[in-house]
Nanobody
């Protein structure tokens, strides 16, 4: 598993919730800041949230602030994105990756579709 594997996406109604998971290798996960990104048709991939290596520092894009929560479990080499009050505009493919390594390859992502 060279690249992280995203899971937990699906189709939900507006106002619903989903919890995404990002499973990474120990080498990629431990000691590294991590981040969630998303991409929709016609748009560049954008940063959704990031988290420090220890999990104590988090940052959120303005368009998800107050609705999404990023967290990580270093013992399991897993990062999460709890999404609440989902909106149709949250529809996108969600990816996870190390925050400070722009040369890292992207995984397949997980599709989130929010219906109105």
């Amino acid at each position: 598993q060279v690249q992280p594997v995203e899971s937990g996406g699906g189709m939900v109604q507006a106002g619903g919730s989903l919890r995404l998971s990002c499973a990474a290798s120990s080498a990629m996960f431990r000691g590294n800041d991590m981040a969630w990104y998303r991409q929709t048709p016609g748009k560049l991939r954008e940063l959704v949230a990031d988290i420090s290596s220890g999990g104590s520092i988090t940052n959120y894009a303005e368009f998800v602030k107050g609705r999404f929560t990023i967290s990580r479990d270093n013992a399991k080499n897993t990062m999460y994105l709890q999404m609440r009050s989902l909106k149709p505009e949250d529809t996108a493919v969600y990816f996870c990756r190390r925050r400070l390594y722009p040369s890292d390859a992207w995984g397949q992502g997980t599709q989130v579709t929010v219906t109105s």
